[in-house]
């Protein structure tokens, strides 16, 4: 299909070597174009801009949505900031329901760290480069390109297939998923659903995000007493205060809580049966940490709670000894943390000061998990295996994605991504929101064709 993407003239479209890549060359010319679009995100209402994307979008369906058989939707939460919702329906109300979420938006860059230009959707020595194509728009394409072959193709498929393109997943999803689950609850109601944050690999696995970690903020409140700073005797004041609490946290910490995921994150990268034993094991499993190298990070987030000071502030004016100091603290819970469960834990790790510090509860959301035993997994295991003859571990998340908005209304939601081999979970991390992003051809084919397989399973 020819004119679709808007390429400035002279472009060269891109081909695949061999042949049956005319959908993976579409894919990819759909990922530059919407790079170009630069829907940088950085938290303000105004930023984003998606309806760009959006319009993108709508001339690569176009073709499909002449045929009558691809609906699509265009909502716009606040000026500019748009999400499409295309439909493709199936001939079974009884068939599964297959929601593609991808996010339209991106981070923004620091053009100084780039050696290319981040919003040029240059294709160079087989990679894409620019800012968002690793997160996610190369999904986003995909998941494009799959729907409208689905509508495309001469028989009505089985289950119906609905692609979520939304815009503000980068800012917490606010104009995005969360608004059209509030004011289009009919447009998200999937029975499962596919997302961004897998196909990294791990040992001879493929790592697909099946949990969230949750975020349960806190601000810390002490008391002192004041009085003017040039006569400090008999005052107490709060910033000693704000530093004995500091101090604490960083001497006592939660401890590690080893559940399901951590033993086949375990199983999957770690070789040697020593190391992986000490990992296996609560009391040991820190000393083992620095042996992870450039995943030790990620080991030590999910496995427990985790807890960072990150705003303090106590005092206006530098002669006034200050009453009152305040800590916020990011605290990232596991699948079944509670609020209580999380005040207790600061109880508990505050030991003798807590009496004397005020816990308020700052904005959260609840940890999210799919259980990797549904259908919809087991159609991600297949497809992998298939593609790329190898074994999915399911993974949870350190951070936050739009995916646990469709867990919270009860939907199974996984990861997806099939990237290719020499894709690390580090490499993917670095990738992600870092200078020169960029995503080889290669693993934007791979992950088309383990994602035809899965909707041809579900839905077709
Ligand atoms: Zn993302």
Redesign the pocket.
Known sequence: MEGWTGCGPGERRWRPVSGGGALESDAIELLRALIREACVNDGRPESGQEIRSVRVLQRFLAPAVATGRLETQVLESAPGRASLVARVRGTDPDAPSLGLLG?LD?VPVDPEGWTRNPFGGELVDGEVWGR?AV??LYLTAAFATVIRELALAPERPRGELVLLAVAD??AGGEYGIHWLAREHPETVRVSEAI???GGMRMGRHVAIEVAEKGSAGRRLVVRGKPGHASIPYGAASASYRVGEVLQRLGEVAPVPQLGELWGAFVDARIDDPVLAQRLRDPVSVDAALPQLGGIAGYAHAVSRVTLSPTVLRAGATHNVIPAVGTIDLDIRTLPGTSDDDVDQLLAAVLGPLAAQVEIQHLRGWAATASSPREPLFAAIERAVGEVAGAPVVPIMAAGG??ARVLRELGIPAYGFGLLAPGWSYERYREG?HGNDERIDVESVALSLAALRLIVRERVG
Request: proline letters at 0%; a negative charge; zero cysteines.
């Open positions: 996010h991106v968002g997160d996610m997943e980068e997302s961004e944050s994605s739009d992600v």
